[in-house]
C-alpha cells in the first residue's frame, strides 16, 4: 500500500501565496523590523486571525517560506534532464535548471536572496547548495589529486556559486540563465 501526501487544500495554498506575496512586498518597502502581522495581513487582504491559521508569527512565515523555497528549488533541479554527455555537462544542465528557477521566481529571490534583509534563505540555499557541490566531489579525482581538502573544495564551490547568484540578482540579471551556467562552469574548469 503506497502512501502519498495529502492535497492541500486550493484555498490554504491561495491564502499563503497573498501571505508571501505581501511579505516580500513590504520587504521591498521596509526593513524587516518594522513589519508587523497586521502590515502584512491588510497587506494580503486578510484577516489577521487567518495569518494566525497559517504560521505562530514572522519568524514561523520566514522557516516555512525558506523550506518551501529549498523544496521548490530541489523540485527544479530534478528536473534536470538524466542522461548527460558528460559530467560537466550534466553540472551545466543542473545550473541552468536552478538559475531559470531563480529567474522565474525573480521578484521572491531579489528579496531574500539579494537584499541583506533575511539571511535565513542565504543560510538555507548555501547550506543546500553545499550538499550539492559535496556530492558533486565525491566522484572528482583532481581535486584529492591536486591535494585539496574535499571540505575546502565544498566551502569555495557553494560560496562562488551562492555569491554568483546574488550578484546576479542584484544586478537585475544582465546575462540568461543558459550564458550564466556557462560562464559559471568555464570559471570553475579554469580553476580546476
Known sequence: M???????????????????????DLLQETEIEKISVNR???????NRVTFYLHYRDIPDML????????EDIQLALSRTPVKPSSVEG?????????????????????VVLASRRTPV???????????????????????????IQKDIAKWYGSSALIGTIVSWLRNDMPYTPH?????????RNQNA
Open 2 to 24: 503506497s502512501y502519498s501526501k495529502p492535497r492541500t487544500d486550493p484555498r490554504v495554498i491561495r491564502t499563503r501565496q497573498l501571505l508571501k506575496d505581501a511579505f516580500v
Open 90 to 110: 550534466n553540472d551545466s544542465l543542473v545550473l541552468v535548471s536552478l538559475l531559470e528557477h531563480i529567474a522565474e521566481h525573480a521578484k521572491f529571490y531579489k
Open 40 to 46: 502584512i495581513a491588510e497587506r494580503a487582504t486578510i
Open 121 to 147: 534563505f542565504t543560510e538555507r540555499l548555501l547550506n543546500m547548495l553545499s550538499e550539492t557541490v559535496a556530492l558533486r566531489l565525491e566522484n572528482d579525482s583532481l581535486i584529492s589529486k591536486a591535494g
Open 179 to 187: 550564458y550564466l551556467a556557462e560562464q559559471f562552469a568555464l570559471l
Open 63 to 70: 522557516e516555512k517560506m525558506s523550506e518551501e523555497m529549498i
